[in-house]
């Protein structure tokens, strides 16, 4: 399997899970949607480094890979190709993500306290769950812009379902509620 082989594959598992997130904003399901745009964004990150060759290790957090080995040293993005406008959409992309990184498995098992948990249910509302599929949007939109202008031979129609899922789902939460 190729490196944009699976690439594509990450792209593909990003889209699935966005959708899952709007189904469940459209719930209102605030927990849930953080969970699957959390997923969304993850698989997004993992599909820019496995598109670079790079080792995509089992991480809520691979912006921070992007982040500390590649954005970190110029050079290494250099000798990629990719130190113009594609360095540009990942600096973009890392800037807004650590807030959907943050959330890693909160909206899974919520906070285990000394004597009790607090549910996701109890954590997020639909102030809270905005403002971080916000954040999901900017980062996996621009991740998406990285693969256009990086031209990298990933599967095109994966990039346009995600690119259309994002439009979409920007709609959605940026319009007010009913």
């Known amino acids: 399997m190729t490196n944009l082989t699976r690439a594509s594959d990450w792209l593909e598992m990003s889209a699935t899970a966005m959708r899952r997130s709007t189904r469940s904003f459209d719930a209102r399901d ?19 480094l496995a598109s670079l060759g790079k080792v995509v290790r089992k991480t809520h957090r691979p912006v921070q890979d992007i982040r500390e080995g590649l954005l970190s040293d ?12 594609p360095a540009t959409w990942l600096l973009r992309a890392s800037a807004s993500a ?27 509302d639909e102030a809270i769950a ?11 939109s621009a991740m998406v812009g ?33």
């Open 74 to 85: 110029p050079s290494a993005l250099e000798e990629l190709g990719l130190a113009g406008e």
């Open 130 to 140: 905005t403002r971080i599929l916000d954040a999901f949007l900017e980062t996996t």
């Open 98 to 124: 650590p807030l959907v990184e943050e959330q890693g498995t909160v909206p899974r098992y919520g906070w285990d306290m000394p004597d009790r948990i607090v549910k996701p249910e109890d954590i997020y």
């Open 146 to 178: 990285f693969f256009r202008a990086a031209a990298l031979s990933v599967k095109q129609e994966v990039l346009d379902d995600l690119e259309t899922g994002l439009a979409e789902y920007a709609r959605r939460i940026r319009s007010p509620a009913p």
């Open 30 to 48: 605030w927990a849930d949607a953080v969970r699957h745009a959390q997923e969304a964004q993850e698989h997004a990150a993992k599909a820019v």
